[in-house]
């Protein structure tokens, strides 16, 4: 069990207050969460052993996310 969950019932106020961040932030799905998300999806296509005709979805995965790390992070394209 764990202590100071007990009792809570999921979906409450109680609960969410219970999570980090605050609610209503805004998520940013830019660029490089895009690049990510198809690296991620290219590499468990090449483990389930997808064929490309010929080509390595292993070095297309990795391409992605290098490319991921290139782009500026953010909805508008702001580097931190």
């Known amino acids: 069990m764990v202590s100071g969950v007990v009792g809570v019932r999921s979906g409450s106020m109680a ?5 980090s961040g605050i609610v209503g932030d805004d998520v940013t799905f830019g660029p490089r969460t895009l690049l990510i998300l198809i690296a991620v999806i290219i590499f468990a296509l090449a483990a389930f052993g997808f064929d490309l005709r010929g080509l390595s979805l ?23």
């Not at 609960?15 to 999570?19: A, E, Q």
């Open 15 to 19: 609960t969410i207050g219970m999570l």
């Open 58 to 80: 292993t070095s297309l995965g990795l391409a992605f996310f290098a490319a991921s790390w290139l782009v500026p992070e953010g909805r508008f394209g702001r580097r931190l």
